[in-house]
């Protein structure tokens, strides 16, 4: 017994022996591929000397002989911390991914392919103008020799996670900065899902209350929509169930996730020192590493700053010493769905205006790792690529012996985007930056500029030619044989929506509806905000002059317009009504809870109760309201819509319907909706969270999430590659925090400002930014996240192009030489 035990002990001891080397090698070669900042290595492709000098938030500045040296700097710098990025994104938009990942990404390749954004990229090269083919292929050169010095170094593959995946890495290219273009169009682009639930919605509603759950952004004018079922005649498609996962790989997702952003500006006659100012806080999808690198370039131009994204070699949004720049989604309405009627006859040919017509048609084949390859047969019709029936559900508004195909601004090979942003760095007024806005195709955005003298917002982005007479205006799918249908060209760049040099001083977008002009110029049906330029309105007015510490206070503001507004209304006959109910009751709780509610200013603090209270009442009503209409299409409504709850307490148009559940032989008013809807909110806080109200912290449900999008979900892993913050702010609050809407964490923070910037101009170096996770996407890196908590609390580093402030704290400088 003795010598088992002491055999037991020996084995016990090498097997820990064992597991702390195999964690030591693997910490070791993970660590290999830690970038190494203060150095000095010669390198092919450079034409001179170049300077790379890391300030103490890492942000690299870069200093070069000439442009095209500088842009060779950001593509080393962007390949030093970011590499397993920029490879993953160029193999999403490849539709490579199942290559590593196996079957878990098929569909996400499958979509891609069928889009066939990638060789459309390659196509575009020779459309940009010679500057930028210049910068392109620089940056390229950069990426390249930080490739070349892993190999020749064995520096750990250049990120520990080529450690756990197979992913062989072929050099960069001019191609693969434009594919990443056309990749962020791709992320910000929800038309597409809008227009399919518009119509799976249409099919179970009247028209007087589809507008009620899908309601226009307040102004004149409201579009009657036909029926979808009699718009396409013939089999009405099958309601397909909708899978809720959503792959964190995957770059299209629900229109909730298209993109927001704010950002504002103040002429020097609003401003206290004088100068312009300009706040910019575009956002995204939050993940680790984060979408955004804040980077320096010294162009013989003069000097940027600002943010960038890791395989595209331009600011996006920043400043020079002569200008500045924002940018946020312009909800362009830039894809149309058209529903093609096959042949009977033969299934390769589809209907047109004048008889049907074949396919254009091209096989590919999809490597999928530890699987059998799949051949694709990818289909073109006149109106845009063919898509997969699962891609956003189209195959549920699809009729049999028909197919989806897609139109999108984007799917040119005439894609000029990447001049655009080129261009944009050099630009030295407003005026010049809005001439180098003119080449931008996808994703369409809005520009908010500010120089010395000027303030200006312009809409970038190719808008479709549509007819007065198309069937569905473009809010729905329409058919694709119908010539009134089908798009004429695209409209003049002096139709995109401007404004400069406003009478009030002041300008901004927080993805609110920008014009009131009729179909077919009218931008866009949907829009991403009705609720924070409410706010935004009321902030900027406020002051008679700002500064920029106001602005960054306007940036920061977590008061919510939404509760302001709905809160008198679903609780008007439940405040202070009844008398005190015995300690435990239902009633006891409700009284409670409406009471803390009835003092509070909306303000969506993470350390306050009512805002978790607020909104999983507002969240079980809706619910309610909804379920019994909708039945299981209920579950794509995820998130409160503001003006549905208004609508319905107001009876808008008889929409006060909605609070009568259909199934039950009482007609229920909308106080008992409310009422009931409040008795579930609790419940589901007392089962969730076990805490008196008053003990309750809205941080704690509204987790910023950043997570890994392979290692996310891997255990212990998952612990060293996600970032979560507890946050303030909400759906619709300017400081926006965008909640999940998921069954588990319904109030997760997974979308918000990655990015934020504001920019001075009576005192430049003063201007700030940050981004939400940090610089390196190496997680054993010390600044993997080490903005983040600056971030979370709402503060910023000093966003200068002073050089000798950059040295005097620098943690590292890489001299980069010609080889």
């Excluded at 020749?152 to 001019?174: H, S, V």
């Excluded at 979408?291 to 331009?314: C, F």
Aim: charged share 20%.
């Amino acid at each position: 017994m003795v010598l088992i035990f002491r055999w037991m002990v020996r084995l016990a001891g090498t097997l820990i022996a064992v597991s702390v080397l195999a964690v030591l090698g693997i910490y070791f070669l993970a660590s290999r591929s830690l970038p190494e900042y203060d150095k000095e290595l010669a390198v092919s492709g450079l034409d001179a000397r170049l300077e790379i000098v890391r300030d103490n938030a890492n942000v690299p500045h870069i200093l070069g002989a000439s442009d095209a040296d500088v842009f060779f700097g950001l593509g080393y710098a962007h390949a030093q911390d970011r590499l397993w990025q920029m490879m993953t994104l160029r193999r999403t938009v490849q539709g490579r991914l199942s290559e590593v990942f196996g079957t878990r990404t098929v569909e996400i390749d499958t979509v891609m392919r069928h889009l066939d954004l990638y060789p459309l990229a390659q196509a575009a090269v020779p459309y940009q103008d010679e500057r930028t083919q210049m910068a392109l292929s620089a940056y390229a050169r950069g990426v390249n020799a930080r490739l070349q010095e892993i190999n020749e170094n064995a520096l750990g593959r250049g990120a520990p996670e080529m450690f756990l995946f197979d992913m062989p890495i072929a050099p960069w290219q001019p191609a693969d900065s434009i594919a990443m273009i056309k990749l962020m169009a791709l992320r910000l682009s929800g038309q597409v899902d809008t227009e399919v639930l518009r119509a799976r919605t249409s099919l179970r509603l009247p028209a007087e209350r589809l507008i009620d759950i899908l309601p226009d952004a307040p102004g004149t004018g409201v579009v009657a929509l036909p029926r979808y079922a009699q718009l396409l005649g013939g089999e009405l498609p099958q309601l397909a169930a909708i899978d809720g996962e959503f792959d964190p790989l995957s770059p299209f997702g629900p229109a909730r996730l298209a993109g927001a952003s704010n950002a504002w500006a103040a002429a020097g006659s609003r401003s206290a020192a004088g100068g312009t100012l300009l706040a910019s806080d575009p956002h995204m999808g939050f993940s680790a590493p984060g979408a955004w690198y804040l980077a320096r370039l010294e162009l013989q131009s003069g000097g940027v700053i600002g943010a960038t994204i890791p395989g595209i070699p331009a600011v996006l949004s920043g400043r020079s010493d002569a200008l500045g720049w924002g940018i946020t989604a312009a909800y362009m309405d830039d894809q149309d769905l058209f529903i093609e009627q096959l042949n009977p006859e033969n299934s390769n040919e589809y209907r047109t205006p004048t008889g049907f017509k074949p396919f254009r048609t091209r096989q590919s084949i999809l490597q999928v790792a530890e699987e059998k390859p799949i051949t694709l047969t990818l289909r073109w019709s006149d109106n845009g690529p063919i898509l997969p029936p699962d891609f956003q559900d189209v195959g549920s508004v699809t009729p049999k012996d028909h197919v989806a195909a897609l139109g999108w601004s984007a799917l040119t090979t005439e894609d000029t985007s990447a001049s655009a942003a080129i261009n944009l760095m050099s630009a030295q007024t407003v005026d010049e930056a809005m001439q180098a806005g003119e080449a931008m195709i996808a994703p369409a955005l809005n520009l908010v500029l500010v120089d010395s003298r000027q303030i200006a917002m312009k809409t970038l982005g190719r808008m479709p030619r549509r007819q007065s007479s198309h069937q569905t205006k473009g809010r729905m799918p329409s058919p694709g044989w119908i010539a009134t249908n089908r798009w004429q060209g695209s409209l003049s760049y002096a139709a995109n929506p401007e404004s400069k040099n406003p009478i009030g001083g002041i300008l901004g977008n927080t993805n609110n509806k920008t014009v009131d002009r009729p179909f077919p110029l009218h931008v866009s049906y949907d829009w991403g905000d009705t609720q924070r330029i409410q706010r935004w309105t009321r902030l900027m007015q406020g002051r008679q002059v700002h500064t920029r510490d106001s602005f960054i206070e306007t940036q920061l503001d977590t008061v919510s317009p939404a509760a302001r507004t709905l809160l008198p209304l679903i609780g008007a006959e439940l405040w202070f009504t009844g008398e005190a109910a015995p300690e435990g009751t239902t009633e006891r709780r409700r009284q409670r809870a409406l009471a803390l509610l009835a003092d509070w200013n909306g303000e969506m603090n993470e350390h306050l109760p009512e805002p978790m209270i607020y909104s999983a009442w507002v969240r079980a009503l809706q619910e309610r309201l909804i379920r019994d209409d909708l039945g299981p299409l209920a579950d794509e409504f995820m998130h409160m819509e503001p003006l549905f709850i208004e609508r319905v307490f107001r009876d808008v148009d008889g929409a006060s319907a909605w609070c009568d559940v259909i199934q039950s032989a009482p007609v229920e008013s909308c106080s008992d909706m409310a009422r009931l809807a409040l008795d579930d909110a609790l419940l589901w806080i007392d089962e969730a969270y076990g805490l008196s109200l008053e003990s309750l912290q809205w941080g704690e449900a509204h987790e910023a999430a950043h997570i890994h999008p392979v290692l996310g979900n891997v255990p212990l892993l998952r612990s060293f590659v996600n970032i979560r913050q507890t946050t303030s702010g909400g759906d619709h609050t300017l400081m926006r925090g965008l909640s999940s809407g998921e069954v588990d964490a319904p109030y997760r923070n997974v979308h918000g400002a990655g990015y934020r910037g504001v920019y001075d101009f009576a005192d430049p170096d003063s201007s700030v930014f940050v981004i939400a996770t940090g610089q390196s996407g190496h997680f054993l890196s010390r600044y993997y996240d080490d903005l983040g908590e600056l971030w979370r609390r709402g503060e910023y580093i000093p966003m200068s192009l002073d050089t000798d402030l950059a040295r005097a704290a620098a943690v590292g400088v890489t001299i980069l030489t010609p080889k």
